[in-house]
């Protein structure tokens, strides 16, 4: 069963950075693309960022493109989101998730997530 183990979360003040981790277990983590997905309060789940399985294209949201840099260490069956430049808008419960297929960002077409962690950034 793959499980996926959100890290690095926190309280951090505007136009600092963040690195987030995601630890994957129970597949093979190469054959997966990994993603980020955000969820503030009151509003809907949203894509962030996105590492193919092979051929390393990346996706981001536009509204990260330039601040935010996802990568992945498949000897470590892990993916990262580093964050810099951090705005407040940016305040949100951060989700790792995993698909067979290609990149997509539609949260629907992952089929694994982990349980989130939270992202506070003040003004």
């Known amino acids: 069963q793959v499980q996926l183990v959100e890290s690095g979360g926190g309280l951090v003040q505007a136009v600092g950075s963040l690195r987030l981790s995601c630890a994957s277990s129970?597949?093979?983590?190469?054959?997966?693309?990994m993603g980020w997905f955000r969820q503030a309060p009151v509003k809907e789940r949203e894509f962030v960022a996105a590492f193919s399985r092979i051929g390393g294209s990346t996706s981001y949201a536009d509204s990260v493109k330039g601040r935010f840099t996802i990568s992945r260490d498949n000897a470590k069956n892990t993916v990262y989101l580093q964050m810099n430049s951090l705005k407040p808008e940016d305040t949100a419960v951060y989700y790792c998730?995993?698909?067979?297929?290609?990149?997509?960002?539609?949260?629907?077409?992952?089929?694994?997530w982990g349980q989130g962690t939270q992202v506070t950034v003040s003004s």
């Open positions: 998730a995993a698909r067979r297929g290609g990149v997509v960002t539609t949260t629907r077409a992952y089929d694994y």
């Open positions: 129970g597949h093979t983590f190469s054959p997966y693309t």
